[in-house]
């Protein structure tokens, strides 16, 4: 395999590694990095490809959570085990609809959906919904503080706690069927759980943290479906595939490690509008361009 072709799946790894935690959208920013950079492989291999390199991407948040989500940790108390295990319980439960429906219609979506001008629809419309919910947040915040409202512990001190025991099971899947609307491409999946969970009250580090808990199953799970689907049509990997595979997977890891902690530290300070002008003007970028080039349907 000669360096350019590496060079394009060390790309791929880093777009990946990055948009997969921030609410950009990774599955839209790989449609859309396909048009530029072309691996050579089969059309197979390449949308197996784009789904099982997110098990990198996860493998990040396995190792930065690990303590907190092992629930045979022989430093936690029987206590602090029943409390991991009620956060694997509310992860289970959030991602039911997605699971479900993700097997019922993600033939259909991928038929129908992966195309530029649906994830261009989903990159503005979510980054409108992103500035509309935290103007909306402000505004209560501020009407709160007008009403002489005092809090003993700010939203950062309660995520400092474990608030995510403070998600209700009815929160869980109420998030999780915002889950489901990130089988549109473009939407991105920690986009509409984050959303979801800002909608329905949580803090931005509690809703990004479930949400990073919740891609655990459904990122394996996607991931095991494709590969399978892979084999079933007569399939099997080559040894530079294997290699391709395995080079996106680990530049994913690396730089989801430095994503997810860039994410956690910045919403400290900042809250997610930035995120969805980035989304709008993505969005515009998307429609200008393949409207250039004749294609946008």
Not at 141 to 149: E, H, R, V, W
Not at 243 to 268: D, E, Q, R, T
Not at 272 to 277: A, E, N, V
């Amino acid at each position: 395999m000669d360096i350019i072709e590496i060079l394009k799946i060390i790309l791929i790894g880093v777009v990946e590694g990055l948009t997969e935690w921030l609410p950009i959208s990774s599955t839209g920013h790989m449609i859309l990095l396909d048009e530029f950079i072309k691996l050579q492989v089969s059309e197979d291999f390449w949308n197996m490809f784009l789904v099982v390199i997110q098990l990198g991407a996860i493998l990040a948040v396995v190792i930065l959570y690990f303590a907190k989500l092992n629930p045979f940790s022989s430093s936690k108390s029987a206590y602090e085990k029943k409390e991991t295990w009620t956060i694997w319980g509310k992860i289970f439960v959030g991602v039911l609809p997605a699971a479900i429906l993700g097997l019922l219609l993600n033939d259909w979506m991928e038929e129908h959906l992966y195309n530029p001008s649906v994830v261009a629809a989903a990159l503005i419309v979510y980054g409108i919904a992103f500035i509309v919910v935290e103007v909306m947040r402000e505004r209560d915040s501020s009407k709160q503080t007008a009403k002489g409202a005092h809090f003993a512990r700010s939203e950062e001190a309660l995520d400092e706690d474990d608030a995510l025991l403070d998600i209700s099971y009815p929160k869980a899947l109420g998030i999780g069927f915002f889950q489901v609307l990130s089988l549109v491409p473009g939407t991105s999946r920690s986009g509409s759980t984050i959303l979801g969970g800002l909608i329905l009250g949580t803090s931005r580090t509690t809703a990004t943290e479930f949400s990073f808990f919740m891609a655990i199953p459904v990122m394996f799970g996607a991931s095991l479906l494709k590969i399978v689907k892979f084999f079933v049509k007569g399939n099997t990997f080559s040894s530079q595939e294997l290699f391709i595979l395995g080079l996106g997977m680990f530049v994913a890891l690396l730089v989801s490690i430095l994503s997810i902690k860039f994410l956690l530290k910045f919403i400290k300070t900042n809250d997610f509008k930035p995120f969805g002008i980035y989304r709008i003007i993505l969005g515009v970028l998307v429609i200008a361009y393949f409207i250039a080039n004749g294609n946008l349907l």
